[in-house]
């Protein structure tokens, strides 16, 4: 045997092991969903979910859609209490608006890649070092959730607030916007789109971002640019976020001064949350 056909030899059989790891598994994950979607969605949950604005005004479709997202997004996430124990109101309610947002995407399951939900009771003080020209300081933020590879981290007292009563912000929504975001590799306010829609997104959600970070550099004359806020001109990604946040939860106010960020959203989610919520 030549040198060269043991190489293709020992290649194959490493290409053979990988593809029978992967096989199986595809196949232990599908007998996982088969098993999961066979379950009955408990009342307890069911009435967790009319507390909040959204469910019952769905469709019977979506609900049903929902109700087997929700129960696959607990039985494969790991949720993990800092502080306080995860209950299963925290659990359907963080799963329930996490899949709401991909509720008319067609997806094996919600949030495939990610694996982690860090519960904590209260907003979370980070320290960061920051340089510049050669100076190093170190700074703290209040993060009232956070997003990051395959982790998402929410805290409980803002979520619960915002669960049940629409109030513009939606700190579990927000987050899981970004994990959209990041389903292209990228963290950049531009989430996975077809080619065609590409140059229309990118063109009104860059004029928009723009206007708003030139007027938050100033402090003033913010206009109908209040209803998006001074922490969506952050960068791109925090402004897709927030806006996400007013599509789905103060949708008629986003429609009525932003119809282009409106009718981008509304194409991309493919859901009328305007009409959902009237």
């Not at 593809?19 to 969605?41: A, T, V």
């Not at 696959?72 to 790991?78: A, S």
């Not at 109030?167 to 916007?177: G, L, M, Q, S």
């Not at 990228?186 to 708003?212: A, I, M, R």
Request: aromatic share 14%.
């Amino acid at each position: 045997m030549t040198y060269f056909s043991a190489l293709l030899l020992l290649f194959g059989g490493l290409g053979a092991i990988l593809f029978g790891i992967y096989f199986l598994y595809e196949m232990r994950n599908r007998q996982l969903l088969h098993k999961i979607d066979s379950l009955d969605f408990p009342e307890s949950y069911k009435k967790i979910l009319t507390k909040t604005p959204h469910y019952s005004k769905l469709s019977t479709l979506d609900q049903k859609k929902l109700q087997r997202s929700i129960l696959r997004f607990i039985y494969t996430k790991d949720f993990v209490g800092v502080g306080l124990e995860v209950t299963d109101e925290m659990k359907v309610v963080i799963a329930f608006y996490a899949c709401l947002l991909l509720v008319h995407k067609e997806t094996e399951s919600c949030y495939e890649e990610l694996k982690t939900i860090i519960v904590y009771p209260h907003a979370v003080i980070v320290k960061e070092v920051k340089s510049a020209g050669g100076i190093f300081t170190k700074e703290q933020f209040v993060i009232q959730g956070q997003s990051a590879n395959d982790t998402v981290v929410i805290t409980w007292h803002e979520a619960k607030k915002e669960a049940y009563h629409l109030r513009h912000n939606n700190v579990i929504i927000h987050e899981f916007a970004h994990e959209i975001d990041f389903m292209d590799g990228y963290v950049d306010g531009v989430p996975p789109l077809e080619k065609s829609k590409y140059d229309g997104w990118v063109n009104t959600f860059y004029k928009e971002f723009t206007t708003l970070n030139k007027i938050a550099l100033k402090n003033r004359d913010w206009g109908k640019y209040k209803l998006l806020g001074a922490y969506a001109a952050s960068n791109e990604a925090e402004f897709f976020a927030v806006v996400t946040e007013r599509f789905f939860e103060a949708p008629a106010s986003l429609k009525h001064h932003f119809p282009n960020l409106y009718n981008e959203l509304e194409s991309f989610y493919e859901i009328d949350t305007a009409k959902l919520l009237s």
